[in-house]
T-cell receptor, first 119, second 113 residues
Framework: ETGVTQTPRHLVMGMTNKKSLKCEQHLGHNAMYWYKQSAKKPLELMFVYSLEERVENNSVPSRFSPECPNSSHLFLHLHTLQPEDSALYLC??????????????????FGPGTRLTVL | EDQVTQSPEALRLQEGESSSLNCSYTVSGLRGLFWYRQDPGKGPEFLFTLYSAGEEKEKERLKATLTKKESFLHITAPKPEDSATYLCAVQAGRGSTLGRLYFGRGTQLTVWP
């Protein structure tokens, strides 16, 4: 496997189900991201894990729960979702450098996405 | 309020008809501007990163340029396989969440034979 992989590629779930999305990066990066892409809207950053620090978008509902056990794997746990949560969920990774005066990041590389449909 | 605006929203070109896509941004302390290509149902594919005004990068029929307020993606003699949505994203420096990219809504390009 190369680059960033995501499983499953497609997921259909009911509003009462619990499911998880998985992302794995093979690029040796130290930061991983979850994005949501809805029709006609810009990509929306949901969560960032970098150098063991988690940063989240405050507008993300608690029914989305991320987990990052190590720098290569990222999960998004889903429970009691709503139909408006149907979207393409994208994972990305990049390299982050923390210096004495600033932190900088390199290009983000994306996975193929998981198409989620909530019935 | 969108911090990244892409125009046009959609563009139809005949094969061989050159054109440009625009990305204007309002973030302060730009750290980088990124162009991606996205095919339907797939993740964005990285094309270019530009860091400072005046910088230019080329790849096959694509050329990206950057000024202090906007970026252009020039497509020379496009082919049908260039049909995709082209996304622009910027990374701000000051007061921005680590690694956060602000994306535009994209330009959907269709090239017909």
């Amino acid at each position: 496997e190369t680059g960033v992989t995501q499983t499953p590629r497609h997921l259909v779930m009911g509003m009462t189900n619990k499911k998880s999305l998985k992302c794995e990066q093979h690029l040796g990066h130290n930061a991983m991201y979850w994005y949501k892409q809805s029709a006609k809207k810009p990509l929306e950053l949901m969560f960032v894990y970098s150098l063991e620090e988690r940063v989240e978008n405050n507008s993300v509902p608690s029914r989305f729960s991320p987990e990052c056990p190590n720098s290569s794997h990222l999960f998004l746990h889903l429970h009691t979702l709503q139909p408006e949560d149907s979207a393409l969920y994208l994972c990305a990774s990049s390299q982050v450098w923390r210096g004495p005066w600033a932190t900088s990041t390199d290009t983000q590389y994306f996975g193929p996405g998981t198409r989620l449909t909530v019935l | 309020e969108d911090q990244v605006t892409q125009s046009p929203e959609a563009l139809r070109l005949q094969e061989g008809e050159s054109s440009s896509l625009n990305c204007s941004y309002t973030v302060s302390g730009l750290r980088g501007l990124f162009w991606y290509r996205q095919d339907p149902g797939k993740g964005p594919e990285f094309l270019f990163t530009l860091y400072s005004a005046g910088e230019e990068k080329e790849k096959e029929r694509l050329k990206a340029t950057l000024t202090k307020k906007e970026s252009f993606l020039h497509i020379t003699a496009p082919k049908p396989e260039d049909s995709a949505t082209y996304l622009c994203a910027v990374q701000a420096g000051r007061g921005s969440t680590l690694g956060r990219l602000y994306f535009g809504r994209g330009t959907q390009l269709t090239v017909w034979p």
